[in-house]
């Protein structure tokens, strides 16, 4: 087993958003603050309990609280967040769907609820609304009463399924 000094920093690989990173940082370093230093503040923390999800990103094709990791766990892996979504200016459906079904006011949850929409439909593209309100049970939000980000999911769902993307449709 490999020991560190207290103090020592480890070299670490991450590949966000399709780009590689190389950092140094402590064993107990948390992702989501190694994640908002390189430049991705779109990562929110909302509390220290690992229950609000404003951290979620999607690593290795699973959503995951960047708070509950360490940052040395993540090494080697790769991680969309908020900002990997849209492409060449193009919003991703459900960014798009958010928009349109006035699904954010403050906007803190928001990439978080995003990244763990994404994920949801891709487990499941065909939802119930059960099964959506369960989805996203993991991120909490104070604004919205998540009525609209229940009804911007479901339409990014059957966006998706048709694999129509809004800004192709007006
Ligand atoms: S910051 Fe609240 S769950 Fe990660
Ligand atoms: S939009 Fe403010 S917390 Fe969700």
Redesign the pocket.
């Known amino acids: 087993m490999k020991l560190f000094e207290k103090d020592q920093k480890v070299k670490i690989t991450l590949k966000v958003n399709g780009k590689p990173y190389e950092t140094e940082v402590e064993p107990r370093r948390l992702l ?1 603050h190694v994640l908002r230093e390189l430049g991705f503040t779109g990562v929110h ?3 220290d309990t ?6 979620t990103v999607i690593m290795d094709g699973k959503s995951v ?1 960047s ?2 990791l360490l940052a040395v766990e993540a090494n080697n892996s790769e991680i969309t967040t908020v900002e990997g979504l849209a492409q060449d200016g193009n919003l991703h459906p459900v960014q798009e769907a958010f928009w349109e079904k006035h699904a954010l006011q403050c906007g803190y949850c928001t990439p978080g609820m995003i990244m763990q929409s994404v994920w949801l439909l891709k487990e499941n593209p065909n939802p119930t609304e059960e099964e959506i309100r369960e989805g996203i049970s993991g991120n909490l939000c104070r604004c919205t009463g998540y009525q609209n980000i229940v009804e911007a999911i479901k339409t990014a769902a059957e966006r998706l399924r048709l694999n129509q993307p809004l800004y192709q449709r007006r």
């Open positions: 989501v923390v909302g509390c690992s229950n609000c999800g404003a951290c609280k708070c509950t």
